[in-house]
């Protein structure tokens, strides 16, 4: 079964230092990839998505994400932390060109320390 | 463009009564999908709508049905309530499923609390 991990619930950085979040999926057919972020009380905000083409994806906000077929990864990276980041950030997959519904990863909860 | 929006934001109800949320997506958008966010489980899909039809349904009971309108606006249900129902109910849009240009996009919520 298609699924999603995202390697830490929780990762806290210091500002101005770089964000790295990680997601694995396991598939057996090629996926699209999204990363969220959800800001307390909100709903989930597109960042970033891979669907084909270019594996290096930019997103907003100065986030960008790296498809890596062979480990099975899209981390999502930020050279630069800010103290607007702190949110929590969802990846997730879907399959078949995007006909299969979307399946979240558990989440990770980024704190930026001043 | 406004965005998705969904109704009510914040819900209390009693155990045993049942619910209606409403959805209204982006302008254009005939793909409508329902996700359920609690603490413990994550985020979960429930059903996909797509030009009046469900296509996709998730693991969960029958206590939980949707809808789509000719105007893509959708609703779902949840009938005899209980207390693990309490969660954030998402809505979802998108232009439509299958294409290379994918991607949804999420309202804001309604929170439904049952007692």
């Known amino acids: 079964a298609q699924s999603v991990t995202q390697l830490g619930s929780h990762v806290s950085v210091s500002e101005g230092a770089l964000v790295l979040l990680r997601c694995n999926y396991s598939s057996s057919v090629p996926p699209y990839l999204f990363w969220y972020v959800q800001y307390p009380n909100q709903g989930l905000q597109l960042l970033l998505k891979y669907t084909t083409g270019a594996t290096l994806v930019k997103g907003i906000n100065g986030f960008e994400a790296e498809f890596k077929k062979s480990e099975t990864s899209f981390h999502l990276t930020k050279p630069s932390a800010h103290m607007s980041d702190a949110a929590e950030y969802f990846c997730a997959v879907s399959f078949y060109s995007g006909n299969t519904p979307l399946v979240f990863g558990k989440g990770t909860r980024l704190s930026v320390i001043a | 463009k406004a965005g998705v929006t969904q109704t009510p934001r914040y819900l209390i109800k009693t155990r045993g009564q049942q619910v209606t949320l409403s959805c209204s997506p982006i302008?254009?958008?005939?793909?409508v999908s329902w996700y359920q966010q609690t603490p413990g489980q994550g985020l979960q899909f429930l059903f996909e709508?797509?030009?009046?039809?469900?296509?996709n349904k998730g693991n969960f009971p029958g206590r939980f049905s949707g809808r789509q309108f000719s105007n893509s606006r959708s609703e779902m249900n949840v009938s005899t309530l209980e207390l693990g129902d309490s969660a954030l109910y998402l809505c979802?849009?998108?232009?439509?499923?299958?294409?290379?240009?994918?991607?949804?996009?999420f309202g804001p919520g309604t929170r439904l609390t049952v007692t």
């Open positions: 979802a849009s998108s232009l439509a499923p299958g294409t290379q240009s994918y991607e949804q996009y």
């Open positions: 302008s254009g958008h005939r793909s």
């Open positions: 709508y797509f030009s009046e039809t469900q296509r």
